[in-house]
């Protein structure tokens, strides 16, 4: 088993590819690269909620999430947002919940759904978008 | 090691919670956390009204409905200061991240900081919306 000199994992641990903290920098650096996103992003869409979508009417809404830049901001909004808070929920689960059964389970469910709810999103923006 | 709870040795645990006093620093932090944990209660919520929104008017209306209710009002209140909340308090932990105003005193003032200004947009947004 060649060890890199660089290296000074047993093998077992390059294996299991997990450092002493059960995850590595990646997460931190994700949850950091989507927050430095979603800072924009974020304050972008709740000034368009203010602008078009405060008043509850159906068509302005609709004009304003049908045009191209704001569908597309709406995506990426959508999975930045579901990525991150599926990675905020990671670290609380990791805090809180210590049977790793329970843990990993939930951590599963809690992927899932983002993804579900963010191909749904996903969704019902391309169709208002392709709508008109 | 046995890492089943059922088998786990239950070990007496440092107090933590009953013996230190609440201060800036750690209401500040958890905070940060139950503001994000509610923001993802809130992105479901979204995407139902997206949702609505694609599917046609009598549907939207409904959604609107609820939305507008008093229940509704003061779920969108909380959401949105949870927002500004966690979006103040998440800038100062990419600051931090820098290396900048990580003393004892740059954390108080930062967090005063994020404090005031999150509360001063939620303030502004609502009154621009009513």
């Given at each position: 088993m060649s060890a890199s000199p660089n290296d000074l994992r047993s093998p077992l641990a390059r294996v299991r590819g997990l450092g002493s903290a059960k995850n590595g920098s990646g997460h931190w650096l994700t949850l950091r690269l989507t927050a430095l996103a979603l800072a924009p992003l974020g304050l972008w869409f709740v000034g368009g909620l203010v602008r078009h979508i405060a008043q509850g009417d159906y068509t302005a809404a609709r004009m304003w999430l049908a045009s191209p830049c704001t569908a597309v901001l709406m995506v990426v909004l959508l999975v930045v947002g579901f990525h991150h808070a599926a990675n905020g929920l990671q670290e609380i689960l990791e805090d809180y919940v210590h049977g790793k059964a329970v843990r990993l389970t939930s951590l599963i469910a809690i992927k899932f759904a983002g993804v579900l709810l963010a191909a749904a999103g996903i969704f019902s923006v391309l169709k208002i978008a392709f709508g008109g | 090691m046995a890492s089943s709870s059922s088998q786990k040795t239950l070990r007496p645990l440092s107090p933590h919670l009953q013996i230190y006093r609440p201060q800036i620093t750690s209401i500040m932090s958890i905070l940060h956390r139950m503001t994000g944990a509610g923001l993802t209660a809130g992105l479901p919520v979204l995407v139902w009204w997206l949702w609505a929104l694609a599917q046609g008017p009598e549907t939207y209306a409904r959604v609107v409905t609820c939305l507008s209710s008093p229940v509704g009002l003061i779920l969108l209140a909380g959401w949105s200061w949870a927002f500004f909340y966690h979006l103040c308090t998440g800038v100062r932990h990419l600051i931090w991240d820098t290396?900048?105003?990580?003393t004892n005193r740059g954390v108080d003032i930062t967090g005063r900081i994020a404090l005031g200004v999150s509360t001063l947009l939620t303030i502004l947004l609502w009154v621009t919306v009513l």
């Open positions: - | 290396g900048a105003f990580v």
